[in-house]
């Protein structure tokens, strides 16, 4: 069993920053590529951007320059640094890992944290 758990959002003005955390557990033989993913009230869960094992990171337009996803594998530990955050960003952010268990490779989510970004 894999648990995804997600911390650090909550409520940021406009222009603000916050750092979201994806801890990774559970009988874990290794991760592959993780990512952030969000979805915004009444619309579909969007991808924000993904980190191999390696570090190669792959965002979103809507991400680029603005946000920067990093990890520690030794950890099993994601973040998400979002800046210059506008309130088109406010959704649920969500985290995905591909994970190898006793089952084989496959993915998890976590249950999300709320951004919300508001003056």
């Known amino acids: 069993q894999v648990q995804l758990v997600e911390s650090g959002g909550g409520l940021v003005q406009p222009g603000g920053s916050l750092r979201l955390s994806c801890v990774a557990s559970g009988d874990i033989f290794d991760i592959n590529t993780m990512g952030w993913y969000r979805q915004a009230p009444g619309k579909q869960r969007e991808l924000v951007g993904t980190?191999?094992?390696?570090?190669?990171?792959k965002y979103a337009d809507s991400a680029e320059g603005r946000f920067t996803i990093s990890r520690d594998n030794a950890k099993k530990t994601m973040w998400l640094e979002m800046n210059s955050l506008k309130p088109e960003d406010t959704a649920v952010y969500y985290c995905n890992a591909w994970a190898l268990t006793t089952g084989g490779w496959s993915g998890y989510w976590g249950q999300g944290t709320q951004v919300t970004v508001s003056s």
């Open positions: 980190i191999t094992s390696y570090g190669v990171t």
